[in-house]
């Protein structure tokens, strides 16, 4: 930017703040403090969504969790606004204009006083920064109906983030629809890994490479309306807010309103202001049908997940699982993330560093910033956590050992506290708190099963155990040769994938440590014979009590993972039709939907594989169900 562009663009800015300023100084409404008089002037709601990945909760397979995807994408963004009200209207602040309305982070006692349901109280103009969140967990005619009356047209947000994973994005396209018959004149953003998967920077060729399920391509050829204004691919953490940002100048300070059109040039202006960006995204603009408008972050300067805000620090914990108990009651569990992607890149997998573009963990100084983090969620009400890193650190044991170690520290001094409340990192929590916190992580079988020295595995696990460390979870997913000889997490080809399997469990099992495991059908091979093998394995497995739980999965095409390719499908799997309803069998089975199965697989072998894993494996099969939506009484 030129030197006399930039002058001009101080100067409006100035105009834009002393404006507010003398907005703010009128009489202020009643009710309201001078400060939240200020911080309503000058800033506007903004919604952010969970799409959901069904339209009804009955029968339906689900590990609960929170969204947190969209938690973490938000996490700098929200930091941002938050640091922007406590400095008030000043040109020294994050957002010195205009300002996305969240202002005002969850107290204790409303993060001790959420329930597990996804939908938050919307009425008041001062929301906290979870109530503007909506995850409604599945879209039908009823929420749809909620959402419109009691959500959108309550909140009437300027600004709509959706966040949606594959499985989710034909919801997330009919929630943009509802959006913008409702309030035409809402920004809507998408984000999340659907569009991660199906829009990316090719550094090698210097170009943006858009999948064929990509929301942009479906706009373009007519398969569906013009209902997005951009989208975020990538590590989307400052992109958002950059983003934001943008639209936050555009606004008319009247309406606090502006047109994809003004964001466009607006972002133009002020992008290079912010370079470096650490990490790798995209942001898209769509003009209507045609016309797009693409800006490449790829500064060089890596992205360190470390010094990012929680993902908890705006946002409520709710997420139980049934894997964590005390006296017969389901801990509230946290979940927490050090790394990106996994360094493995199997076929099948969405999660692999091949697909995600680039592997990312904690920085040199990231244990000391983990060990933080674990004990803000303890201070936010966590019992709980769950690493949900593919690999626990990466695989890097030297990380796990004295992540661990230092935890285990920690632990030895909260026992040895004279007083209920002991300070750690700053943050006064409860001393028995941290001594009962549980958790688990993640593993590969021949991570455990196949090193060369075999010690440190014991080592670590043993090390994970006086953590607190009571659950592991690990890919089994075949127990037939001929199907998981194909899969590139097995790496130790000298030794049977059984003898393997049995290893790694056994070995988990010597520290005291449960593990549960998932289990993929429709592999490349697979048949009648490969599925009847497995089902047996496992079966045998969770007789003998070396393994605990095991959830059966059916394998299901990503945008843009290799078997996808492999099998010829990029162009044929309709992740954006709303008229495809999900039904038995697979509702059975997490993510599992009719148009992006595994071509290996029949549905008659679906019912087989649902119906002998029921019976087989009884109890220990994970039939966990999805919680039953609650629309919030008098709404």
């Not at 209507?288 to 500064?299: E, L, M, P, Q, T």
């Amino acid at each position: 930017m030129k030197k006399q562009e930039a002058d001009l663009l101080r100067h409006e800015l100035e105009l834009r703040r002393r404006t507010l300023l003398d907005r703010a100084a009128l009489a202020q409404a009643p009710g309201y403090s001078l400060e939240e008089h200020e911080w309503l002037e000058r800033s506007f709601p903004v919604l952010s969504i969970l799409a959901p990945v069904m339209s009804t909760n009955e029968g339906k397979i689900e590990f609960p969790g929170d969204p947190m995807c969209l938690y973490s994408a938000l996490s700098y963004a929200v930091d941002q606004a938050v640091k922007t009200r406590k400095m008030g209207i000043c040109e020294e602040a994050p957002y010195n204009d205009l300002c996305p309305q969240w202002g005002a982070l969850p107290s204790a006692d409303y993060r001790a006083t959420v329930d597990v349901n996804g939908i938050r109280e919307y009425q008041g103009a001062l929301l906290n920064t979870d109530q503007t969140v909506f995850d409604p967990r599945v879209w039908n005619e009823a929420v749809k109906k909620y959402f419109v009356n009691k959500v959108l047209l309550v909140m009437r947000p300027k600004v709509v983030l959706i966040s949606s994973v594959s499985p989710a994005h034909r919801y997330a396209i009919d929630i943009a629809r509802v959006v913008r018959k409702h309030l035409p004149d809402s920004l809507i953003v998408l984000g999340g890994r659907h569009v991660d998967e199906t829009l990316h920077f090719d550094p090698t060729q210097r170009r943006i490479v858009l999948e064929p399920s990509s929301a942009i391509v479906k706009i373009q050829d007519g398969a569906i309306e013009p209902v997005f204004d951009f989208l975020v691919s990538g590590d989307g953490y400052y992109a958002l807010d950059l983003l934001m940002k943008a639209i936050s100048l555009s606004m008319d300070l009247n309406s606090k309103s502006t047109k994809v059109r003004s964001v466009i040039k607006t972002l133009s202006d002020i992008a290079p202001l912010f370079d470096p960006i650490p990490g790798h995204s995209v942001i898209v603009a769509l003009d209507g049908k045609k016309s797009a408008h693409a800006w490449v972050i790829n500064s060089g300067v890596k992205l360190d997940l470390s010094v990012l805000p929680s993902p908890y620090q705006a946002f409520a914990i709710r997420a139980l699982f049934p894997i964590f108990q005390r006296n017969e009651r389901v801990l509230r569990t946290a979940h927490f993330m050090v790394t990106n992607a996994c360094t493995y890149h199997c076929y099948f997998c969405s999660e692999g560093v091949t697909v995600v573009g680039t592997f990312r963990s904690y920085n040199s100084d990231g244990i000391q910033r983990a060990l933080e983090k674990v004990i803000e969620y303890i201070s936010y009400g966590a019992e709980a956590l769950f690493f949900d890193d593919s690999i626990f650190w990466g695989g890097n044991f030297g990380n796990v050992i004295h992540f661990c170690r230092e935890l285990i520290h920690l632990r030895e001094l909260a026992k040895k506290s004279s007083t209920k409340m002991i300070n750690l990192f700053g943050r006064e929590v409860e001393a028995q708190k941290v001594v009962d916190l549980m958790w688990g992580a993640q593993f590969t079988v021949d991570l455990l099963a196949s090193r060369r020295i075999p010690e440190e595995a014991m080592l670590a696990l043993h090390e994970m155990k006086k953590a607190g460390c009571c659950y592991i979870y690990m890919g089994i997913e075949s127990m037939s040769a001929p199907v998981i000889d194909k899969v590139h997490k097995n790496i130790n080809r000298k030794q049977a994938w059984d003898d393997r399997v049995r290893t790694a469990l056994g070995m988990a099992r010597s520290a005291g440590i449960t593990v549960g495991s998932s289990v993929l059908f429709g592999l490349d091979g697979e048949t009648m014979e490969t599925i009847e093998e497995t089902i047996s394995k496992v079966e045998e497995l969770l007789m003998e009590d070396i393994l605990s739980i095991a959830s059966p999965n059916i394998l299901t095409y990503h945008p843009n993972t290799a078997i996808t390719a492999l099998h010829e499908m990029k162009d044929k799997i309709d992740y954006h039709s709303i008229g495809i309803e999900n039904r038995p069998p697979y509702v059975y089975f997490e993510e599992a939907f009719p148009a992006v199965v595994s071509r290996n697989l029949s549905e008659e072998q679906i019912w087989f594989i649902h119906e002998q894993a029921t019976r087989r494996w009884g109890v220990k099969r994970n039939l966990n169900p999805m919680p039953e939506v609650i629309l919030r009484e008098g709404d």
